[in-house]
């Protein structure tokens, strides 16, 4: 098959979704149209990540993160030009859209160049964006006309899945996933010795609301046995100004994966998630996993089993101390983890069922 992705940020865990699909439909030819979030990291560093063998990149060079009605109408107007002469080559079996920009945008312009088969995958709500209602039922809007255009809309997570039934739009759910084989052992645990080490991966923005991140850490920054690792950047860095915060930015995958390797627990506060690749890993690693209480992560998580969900930083806190206290406890939860992580979230599982998808649309 040749199969079409749409991607407006082609950046942190959507160009990872990305990936592990053209990584494991090896047979099948991908074409990717992506945008660009040079501040977050260079397409032509994403690429490098990607097989060389049967996928190819084209630049969609109007798409941009904000909304606006000129920069909009140019970007449909691109992406209308692009899909209309891969149409005419035969190169089109399929589009998948991928995030909110490139469901609306990819299928109002699918709906104009008369492709039936396609797929939208939110990769996060994003009517769960803001604080703000008005905001909020805005998105909501945006999202009920897109549905209008066609497409099929298949959420990461049956969380996710059921915020869209709530409003009215026909859902499926695929849980991502990752590589269980290519994960470090479980004896790369760090010494007792060492610090506890609470870590989370992302962007630094208001999604992943890294001021109760600090709020969280900074409750801590007396005690000088734990220490907390951001590893990413973005536009609220400077929310992270407790003294034991350490922001890495950006960094080679290599790197996360061992940084994560030598981590006690894997913190997120985020306020909405599709399904985070950055707490898969933790948990192909083995890690007991403190998530925030929201769409996306109370997917992952089995309550006392791999770790638990927090809806305040009070309870985040009483929960890091009961760990600390409780190594063989936290041993246990990872294990747990690591089980739990294979039998859900196994990308083989994943690609599979995003393959049929493919066919059956």
Known sequence: MKIVHVVEPFASGIAAFVQSIVQNLRDDYHIVIHGEREYVMSSSEIIKYFPDD???FIRWRSAQRNISLVKDTAA???????LRNLKARDMVDAVHLHSSKSGFLGRLACRLM????????????????SNMNAINVLYKLFEKVGS???GKVVCSSQSEREA???LGIKALSINNGIAIHARHSSNDTPPESARFRIITCARIVPQKNPALFNAIATYFKGF?????????????RHLLTSPNITVTG???????????????????????????????????????????DCIGNRDIVKKGLNGDLFTSAQEAIVKIFQYYNNPAMLRVMGEYSGWLCHKEF????????YRSLYERV
Do not use: H
């Open 224 to 236: 000088d046995q734990f220490e907390f690792i951001w590893v990413g950047d973005g536009e609220e």
């Open 346 to 353: 196994n990308v083989d599982a994943t690609c599979s069922l």
């Open 114 to 129: 008369n492709i039936p088969n396609v797929i939208y995958t939110p990769n996060g709500a994003p009517f769960l964006l």
């Open 148 to 150: 209008s255009f066609g």
């Open 76 to 82: 449909l107007l691109e992406l209308c030009r692009l």
């Open 250 to 292: 950006w960094l080679k995958q290599s790197e996360v994966l061992q940084l994560l390797n030598g981590a006690n627990l894997y913190l997120s506060t985020s306020q909405y998630e599709g399904l985070s690749f950055s707490v898969l890993e933790a948990l192909s690693l083995r890690k007991t996993v403190l998530l925030r």
């Open 54 to 56: 049967n996928v190819q």
């Open 164 to 166: 869209y039934r709530k």
